[in-house]
């Protein structure tokens, strides 16, 4: 079995994703674990590349095709699942090795629009531009209250790796970061906030020491 990939080689797969969008006229903004460790996320490394194009009038398929066409170290392999009908976006790395890439457009998974210029860049890392980090930390907190519902046995094991990145991630926004809730009310949808607001109040049931970190962030 190949190594596992490294934070480097993540980091490269992200930049050369970013830059072949670019190349296309298409802005994008990193996602899921691969943002939270440029936030500074050090409990373990990201194995794929979740990027969020700033784009929802095309379709997550038609933009794999483009990054394909314009750069020949992504490839396209069907969904494991015959009933899916997606393709997995794969990016070649040297020694027989490969990393997945996950594009993703506003309006999928709750992910609200970003405007450009709410797009962060992190000081050490100035060329990749990455999710605002309460959106994201939001994100993630949506994605343990779907591994918790979900049935089937291996995806609510999920959830306690969810759970560590959430505590890292609040841990950072507080104590690093300074994020509060009043300074993104401006651009984040009502809708966005409720749904959140709810997620928090049943993270807060589980885990009741965060709740004063989910209330140094507003809510």
Not at 69 to 76: D, E
Not at 105 to 113: A, E, N, R, V
Not at 127 to 153: A, S
Request: aromatic letters at 10%.
């Amino acid at each position: 079995m190949p190594p596992a990939l490294t934070a480097q080689e993540i980091r490269r797969v992200a930049r050369t994703t970013i830059a072949t969008l670019a190349g296309q006229g298409l802005e994008s903004c990193l996602f899921g674990s691969a943002a939270c460790a440029i936030y500074g996320m050090t409990h373990r490394v990201p194995n794929d590349v979740d990027l969020v194009v700033l784009e929802d009038s095309l379709d997550p398929e038609e933009i794999k095709d483009m990054i394909v066409s314009a750069n020949n170290n992504f490839y396209l392999v069907p969904a494991a699942n015959p009933r899916n009908t997606y393709n997995v976006l794969w990016y070649y790395l040297p020694r027989n090795r490969r990393c997945k890439v996950d594009i993703l457009t506003p309006g999928l998974l709750s992910i609200p629009d970003i405007p450009p210029e709410n797009v962060v860049r992190v000081d050490q890392f100035q060329d990749i531009p990455v999710t605002p980090l309460l959106p994201l930390l939001l994100l993630k907190l949506r994605g343990w209250t779907d591994h918790m519902e979900d049935p089937r046995r291996w995806m609510q094991e999920k959830a306690s790796v969810d759970e560590e990145d959430i505590d890292e991630l609040l841990e950072l926004a507080v104590d690093d970061y300074d994020v509060h809730l009043d300074d993104e009310s401006d651009w984040l949808p009502n809708w966005f906030i409720e749904e959140a607001r709810e997620r928090v109040d049943e993270y807060v049931q589980a885990w009741p020491d965060s709740e004063d970190y989910w209330s140094q962030l507003g809510f």
